[in-house]
């Protein structure tokens, strides 16, 4: 299937640097729960942004379209640079005696055994599945995902309660987002490019959301769980102990009394509209807005200088 064309922006990567020596573990004030549940993602993204590398990579010589070519890799490069800044927080975390380390190696199984090259980490399904439909679904997984990661994007480029929070953890997650914005069609494009009809596009990506949305909730909030359990404010120890409704509840009432975590309501929105037919990723956010970020973020604009 050809692509939808959408606007065409080369992607470039910003090759940013961060000093957290001043960066508090609660970067954003009085807000223990915001500060754990997004700290959480230093310890995700590492191995899951890695792994979109590896597998666009290999998706790399199925793309017939120069145009998408180019968006994939500048898709790489900019995802490149955002596993390393996140790994780049590991040692501030560490500096506040928080372990990440058990918590790293489930998330390194799930993105290199059981969504490696073996379909689930079974070298028997090899034979059942052929090698390149499961990279397709790879493929297809990781549209769903940047689904999320573009909502987020837009949430965090429309928020402003993250102003009175720490300047560079912010803008990390402000560069990171806005990127997030800027390259939303990617991988919805490529999925739907490597589809043979539209109809299979359209079912499997509900068959994959369907996948991608509970794991993306459980591996947020296991990442919240391994942080909020090793702080000393006993409200976020008990918390970290209960069943993920009661997560997603405190995250619907810090996003709704604060703005420094989108609310649940919003993310479930934002997966709902995925549903239609019509769908489209470049109306899920802001370009401009994006740029207009990126134009003024602190580690952005050194990272031009520096080049
Ligand atoms: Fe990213
Ligand atoms: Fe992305």
């Not at 968006?71 to 790994?87: K, Y």
């Not at 439909?133 to 297809?140: H, N, S, Y």
């Not at 589809?195 to 499997?204: K, M, P, R, V």
Request: with cysteine; net charge neutral.
């Amino acid at each position: 299937m050809m692509k939808t064309v959408t606007n065409r922006h080369l992607l470039k990567p910003r090759r940013v640097q961060f000093d957290f020596a001043q960066t508090p573990y609660h970067w954003i004030p009085n807000d223990p729960f915001a500060s754990h549940l997004i700290n959480g993602i230093h310890m995700i993204l590492p191995a899951g942004e890695l792994w979109f590398c590896r597998i666009y990579n290999k998706a790399l010589p199925l793309v017939t379209d120069d145009d998408l070519r180019l968006d994939v890799q500048g898709f790489i490069r900019q995802e490149a640079i955002h596993a390393r800044a996140h790994s780049s927080a590991h040692p501030y975390l560490a500096e506040y005696g928080f372990e990440t380390e058990s918590f790293t190696q489930k998330i390194n199984f799930l993105f290199e055994q059981l969504l490696g090259d073996a379909p689930l980490g079974q070298p028997a399904l090899r034979k059942v599945i052929p090698a390149k439909q499961w990279l397709i679904t790879r493929v297809g997984i990781i549209a769903a995902i940047e689904h999320f990661t573009g909502f987020l994007g837009q949430w965090a480029m429309d928020n402003t309660s993250w102003d009175k929070a720490d300047p560079v953890m912010a803008d990390l997650f402000k560069w990171h987002l806005a990127e997030e914005v800027e390259h939303r069609t990617v991988a919805f494009e490529l999925y739907q490019h490597l589809c043979i009809t539209e109809a299979g596009f359209y079912l499997s990506r509900q068959a994959l959301m369907a996948l991608a949305f509970p794991l993306f909730v459980k591996v947020l909030m296991d990442g919240y769980r391994h942080l909020a359990q090793q702080d000393n404010n006993a409200y976020q120890g008990k918390l970290a102990q209960q069943p993920i409704w009661r997560l997603l509840l405190e995250m619907e009432r810090i996003g709704k009394k604060s703005g420094n975590v989108p609310t649940f309501s919003a993310f479930l929105q934002a997966t709902s509209r995925w549903v239609s037919p019509s769908f489209h990723p470049i109306h899920e956010g802001n370009t401009e807005q994006a740029l207009a970020y990126l134009a003024k973020s602190p580690a952005a604009r050194a990272a031009e200088t520096r080049h």
